[in-house]
């Protein structure tokens, strides 16, 4: 969930790489010889990613703002006898909005 709210802040050759690795399930061999770097630096490469969003969500707190907000929202939706209050319950779960 990290990426998906910073996964932008990344360099177009993090996300690449983050993205194989977490999306794609390619191996740290796999993307060593596709990027032509070491599996070391494949290795370096994703845990600083996950530092870096770890970073982010250490001062921006998106993450928990944004689960929270679904918690809330659950509960809205249990406990409205609205239908209109339960269905925009449901959107801002579903779609975090």
């Known amino acids: 969930m990290l990426y998906d709210f910073y996964g932008e802040l990344l ?6 790489i983050y993205e194989d690795a977490v999306y794609n399930d390619c191996s740290l061999s796999e993307l060593a010889a596709q990027y032509k770097i070491s599996r070391q630096g494949v290795h370096d490469l994703l845990r600083r990613c996950d530092r870096i969003l770890e970073g ?7 993450v928990e703002r944004f ?5 809330k929202a659950s509960l809205i939706e ?5 239908e209109k209050v339960r269905e925009l319950a449901r ?3 579903e779609y975090g909005i």
């Open 11 to 16: 360099t177009d050759h993090q996300k690449v």
């Open 56 to 62: 982010y969500e250490d001062k921006l707190h998106l």
């Open 91 to 93: 959107e801002i779960i």
């Open 78 to 82: 249990k406990m409205s006898d609205d």
């Open 67 to 71: 689960s929270v907000l679904k918690e």
